[in-house]
Nanobody
Framework: QVQLVESGGGLVQAGGSLRLSCAAS????????MGWFRQAPGKEREFVSA????????FYADSVKGRFTISRDNAKNTVDLHMNSLKPEDTAAYYCARFKYPWDACSGYDCYPYSQNFGSWGQGTQVTVSS
């Protein structure tokens, strides 16, 4: 059974930084792309970033490009999201997710921004950015 556990959320002032981490277990972590999504109150869940199975492909929503960096460590079964220059509009619950399909069955911006392509989700970690 796939388990994903996020950590690292918290309260930070605008302009600050946070690092979110997702620890995965119960599956062949190194075979699957991983993603981060977020959901603010009253809004739909939205794509933030994804990284392919090898770590060689990284993808970002336009709203976070240049500020957030995704990385993974396949030896430790972790995927991180480094968030810099945080803005109040980044406030949301952040979710780690595992892509449904292994390897490069589908990849890139054609597939990763769509939550229905991710089959396993963590419980979420709250990020609050104060102005």
């Amino acid at each position: 059974q796939v388990q994903l556990v996020e950590s690292g959320g918290g309260l930070v002032q605008a302009g600050g930084s946070l690092r979110l981490s997702c620890a995965a277990s119960g599956h062949a972590f190194g075979s699957y792309a991983m993603g981060w999504f977020r959901q603010a109150p009253g809004k739909e869940r939205e794509f933030v970033s994804a990284i392919n199975w090898s770590g060689g492909g990284k993808f970002y929503a336009d709203s976070v490009k240049g500020r957030f960096t995704i990385s993974r460590d396949n030896a430790k079964n972790t995927v991180d999201l480094h968030m810099n220059s945080l803005k109040p509009e980044d406030t949301a619950a952040y979710y780690c997710a595992r892509f449904k399909y292994p390897w490069d069955a589908c990849s890139g911006y054609d597939c990763y921004p769509y939550s229905q392509n991710f089959g396993s989700w963590g419980q979420g970690t709250q990020v609050t950015v104060s102005s």
